[in-house]
């Protein structure tokens, strides 16, 4: 079988060399470039010395140690460790894959070892999370990720999407999220029912903009602001659910300790209802409540409304400036200020006032 072989080689400014070798036969037709560690592998190749450009067409593979990239066609400037490529492009470097349909990056001393932008149907996978959008820009040196236009991030348990998005890392893991427009975030997590039936529920946020903040790995606090609105499950310190509530506000904070949900605040026109579970709580039909501020320490398992109080249990509402609830010894302490009183009615019975 014929096989030949041409070299062609130039020096750069930074002393590197760029070697081609072109091999064929009849069946196959294929060019390979090596510069440093790089391995290139195309069926055609044209080099611009002027530009210290290589223009690549495919299908391109590209090597560089343990990291791979492929594509049908390639534009690499050898003299700044950069590339453009597209056309089903794979990009697979340290734990991380890239997918997307049009690729420019260049190298870095960063931590992951380069800075890219992916446009058009881009996906990346890390071992903890996958992300996608229309398109992912990634500065290596600030560590920063920009994600515009169908935005979503999920991992086993989480998850968040919305127009936009943004996302800080400290090297592999994620600090915080910061999501605009129609912003929603899922946390689930496992409570017990039945007995010793474990069943999965999902804590589910939306918002206009929502910010997510992590410890480590474990989610730390998420807020949400305009339009807000949240739907969690209540587990008590031995995992039982306790049931569900639902709340709105100008703003909902919800902080977590050891991935469990601690406290949630809501200021500005808060309303919500709490869906007991049968049995798990002394609480044995829906209660309604809205005020101007509500702040829920679930540890503790105190309450705290504000300003404006409403709340409303079968047939008796209560109304007052301050109220204080204690589920452990199940009691309300409603205090009223300047003239106002705090009132109680319910049908069929005389209405209850009084300041405290």
Known sequence: MELFSRCFAKKTENGREIRLFKSSDISNNTVTIYNDSISIFTTQAKQYIDTNELHLI???????????????NMIFWYDLDSLHAYGNVEFKFKNNRLETDSLMYVETTGFRGYSFKATN????????????????????ISQNMSLLENASIKSKNQGAMGKNMNLNFKDSLITDITIQNNGYVFNNHYAIINQNNYQLFKDEMKGNLIQVSFKNKNLNEIIIKGMAQSTYYIVNDSTYLMGFNE?????????YINKDLNRVLVKGDARGVFYPEAGQTKIDSILEYKAYNIDYNIKEQMTFLDDKVEIKYYNTELTSNNVTVNWKNNTLYATSKDDELSKILSQNKKPISGKK
């Open 58 to 72: 495919g299908p391109v593979t590209m090597l560089n140690g343990e990291d791979s990239l492929s594509c049908q």
């Open 121 to 140: 149907k881009s996906k990346f996978f890390d071992p903890q999370y996958q992300i996608s959008a229309s398109q992912i820009i990634y500065n290596d």
């Open 247 to 255: 709340a709105t506000g100008d703003t909902i904070s919800l902080k």
